[in-house]
């Protein structure tokens, strides 16, 4: 191999990983030496370039220090993995001898058993022919880039490729690719990739956009870099989570209509709010992220937005988002403000805040839920009041102090409470219910099994996010037996009310997952 091929190369030996930083000679020695990087500190590193005085290269993780050194020298030796090129990994991930090609009859299905695959040459045979592949997945395959020579004309259905945790160090290796793929892509993956900025990226670009980018677990990959990679490629939808970004320095292209920003140390998204065409975004799993003020005339567009497991405590943040015109969508839980509420109750408020969300935690709020929602709030509102009052005739006057409140109580009216009220409508309507996940409906002691209070107005689709966070699945079907009947029902009808189907408390909802 080449000397032009080393330098800047990714590599693996005995488990431990690494770049080559420099290639030749070492003085005092003899033969050809290489000088590398590690990537991990205090396993193989023993100086920062230097050997007796001399600088050959320069150490440039961030984690690299003095105290911690990641450079040394090594031999180029057979046993290092230099890793390999998309084209042959690309056949050796889809295309095996004949010789060694075994096509089994059956494939595992784990507590279902065996389950038959009479079909599963002909998927392997599909799969094997280049041209009817729209999806190339070769995440985890030690690829470093593509040679000038390979030729990826074969891949030109190809819409979707997957090219997370390789060997990818440089971003010329990811042009040479996307100009050697006919087609356009929608989606490319080169999450947790070896990318340390700055990068090399060409000023005039590759000459094809890619739809949506994936670039998660990049934590050496600064936001002015991945700024230039989304304008260079015309990118729509950009995912840059779990990287430890934390300034969004950087003004993003108006191509952005969907920006996915999870678990990373994000404090301030205000200079994102002049992209024009932004409508999805995703700042979950932030907790440095505690405030939210939203200027005139920012995120126009924005329907969705996902702020859980962020750090917003305060309920003149929710009302900040009611400045946001266009926005239907929004998650919420985890955050610190609804800790301490019971769930129905922090549905509650958030509905009551929040007059123009339609859909909230993954479930879509009815015309009725947002009246019953509404109505409890404000008693809820009232009895909060009225621990601090000596005359019940102030309620009415302290309840609308709050702009939102007045509007509430205008279009509701007051609630009928007392200081000594303990019940109320919607609580009486309040169901305590068993959600169980299980194989089928015979299972007596089920994998999954919780109690929550359900209102008895719910309709069957609200059910469903909580049935997919239990059963970790989007595909399964959902039965009740009611405290009074010791027979099955399904829960077929995504419109209908639970109180058609008798829910009473004790009842059991089971999730079978198909």
């Not at 006919?182 to 700055?198: C, E, W």
């Not at 239990?470 to 009808?493: G, V, Y």
Request: charged share 20%.
């Amino acid at each position: 191999m080449g000397s032009s091929f080393l330098v800047g190369r990714w590599f693996v030996i005995d488990g431990d990983t690494g770049i080559v930083r420099y290639q030749g000679p070492v003085d005092g020695t003899q033969g050809e030496w290489l000088g590398v990087e590690w990537s991990q500190p205090g396993r193989r590193g023993k100086h920062l370039g230097t050997k007796n005085n001399k600088q050959y290269f320069k150490c440039e993780f961030p984690h690299s220090s003095p105290q911690q050194p990641t450079g040394s020298f090594i031999r180029n030796i057979e046993r290092i993995n230099w890793g390999t090129t998309l084209l042959s990994a690309a056949r050796a991930r889809y295309i095996a001898e004949e010789s060694d090609l075994t096509i089994p009859s059956t494939i595992d299905g784990r507590h279902r058993g065996k389950i038959e695959a009479p079909r599963l040459n002909t998927i392997m045979n599909f799969q094997r022919d280049f041209s009817k592949l729209t999806v190339l997945g070769l995440d985890n395959q030690n690829i470093y880039g593509s040679l000038e020579t390979d030729n990826l004309s074969e891949f030109h259905r190809v819409s979707t490729l997957l090219l997370a945790q390789n060997f990818i160090s440089q971003w010329g290796e990811v042009e040479r690719i996307l100009k050697q793929i006919p087609t356009n892509l929608h989606t490319l993956d080169i999450s947790a990739n070896p990318l340390y900025s700055p990068l090399e990226i060409s000023p005039t670009g590759v000459g094809k956009p890619v739809h949506s980018l994936r670039l998660d677990n990049s934590p050496f990959v600064d936001w002015h870099d991945v700024c230039r990679i989304a304008c260079s490629l015309q990118v729509c939808s950009l995912s840059h989570g779990w990287s430890q970004l934390k300034s969004l320095d950087t003004q993003l292209p108006d191509s952005i209509e969907e920006l996915k920003l999870e678990c990373n140390l994000i404090t301030d998204i205000s200079s994102l709010g002049q992209l024009r065409n932004l409508r999805l975004l995703d700042i979950s799993g932030n907790p440095s992220f505690t405030h939210l003020a939203i200027a005139p005339d920012t995120f126009t567009k924005l329907e969705s937005l996902d702020i859980s497991q962020t750090g917003i405590s305060s309920w003149s943040d929710i009302d900040e988002l009611n400045k946001l015109p266009s926005l239907h969508s929004l998650k919420t839980t985890p955050i610190p403000l609804l800790q301490d509420l019971p769930e129905e109750s922090a549905r509650s408020h958030l509905i009551a805040h929040l007059p123009h969300v339609q859909k909230l935690d993954g479930s879509l709020i009815s015309s009725s839920e947002r009246i019953e929602m509404e109505r409890y709030f404000l008693l809820l509102r009232a009895r909060d009041i009225l621990v601090t009052l000596s005359q019940i005739d102030d309620l009415q006057q302290e309840m609308c102090k709050c702009p939102r409140t007045k509007q509430l109580v205008q279009k509701h009216g007051m609630p009928s409470v007392s200081q000594s009220a303990t019940s109320n409508k919607l609580e009486a309507r309040l169901v305590q219910v068993t959600i169980q996940v299980a194989q089928d409906l015979d299972q007596q002691k089920p994998n999954i099994q919780i109690c929550r209070k359900l209102i008895q107005s719910m309709l069957v689709r609200q059910l469903r996010p909580i049935g997919m966070r239990l059963a970790k699945t989007r595909n399964f079907s959902m039965f009740i037996q009611t405290a009074s009947l010791d027979t099955w029902s399904p829960l077929d009808a995504d419109n209908r009310e639970l109180s058609f189907y008798g829910i009473d408390d004790n009842s059991l909802v089971r999730i079978i997952p198909n």
